[in-house]
């Protein structure tokens, strides 16, 4: 069946479709950019965690670090490293129940986890470490001078943000030399 295109009706219906045509390209064209908007700040919304690390035998001297709960802990493990002032890269464990050597809730650096049995500072992210309601783990770096420092998490925010992260906030104290008795 065609239609007469000199037909009242036809062109009526013609006209009608065209109109709908246009508003259906306009409405996806809305709905997608206002989208891709959502999306966009959406994609640059982070949970933010921030952490005093302070030295276990003198926690007068502290920092704090903001990081992305999408990062690693082995992330954390640098930002310390830098916060600390050290310089020369040793390996390191996080206690997860806050008990030292605690081997079924140790996450440790490549090195100790050789073997294929240890787990990795790098395979946990950040927003996997349950430290709420004011508990704290326990942060070894340096298996020889034996570094305890303890780790609590302050708050979680989330921040909508592009910035690098982790971030030193703030130092408190002076960081003691890497190797004291040198």
């Known amino acids: 069946m065609s239609l007469d295109p000199g037909n009242d009706v036809a062109r009526e219906v013609l006209s009608r479709i065209r109109i709908a045509e246009q508003d259906i390209k306009r409405f996806l064209k809305d709905t997608r950019s206002g989208w891709e908007r959502t999306s966009a700040a959406r994609s640059n919304t982070h949970f933010i965690h921030r952490y005093k690390v302070s030295l276990k035998d003198n926690p007068d001297i502290w920092r704090i670090i903001d990081i992305k709960g999408n990062q690693m802990l082995s992330t954390l493990h640098k930002a310390i490293f830098k916060a600390f002032d050290r310089y020369d890269e040793h390996e390191y464990s996080f206690f997860l129940k806050n008990i030292p050597y605690d081997r079924e809730n140790e996450y440790t650096s490549p090195g100790l986890g050789a073997d ?14 349950e430290l709420y309601g004011g508990r704290k ?25 592009r ?20």
């Open 137 to 161: 783990i326990l942060y070894l770096f340096d298996f020889g001078d034996e570094w305890w420092h303890d780790v609590e998490l302050i708050d979680v925010t989330p921040k909508n943000t």
């Open 163 to 182: 910035a690098k992260y982790p971030r030193i906030v703030k130092k408190h104290g002076k960081s003691p030399p890497q190797y004291p008795s040198r």
């Open 116 to 129: 294929g049995t240890a787990k990795l500072a790098s395979r946990i992210r950040i927003d996997s470490v």
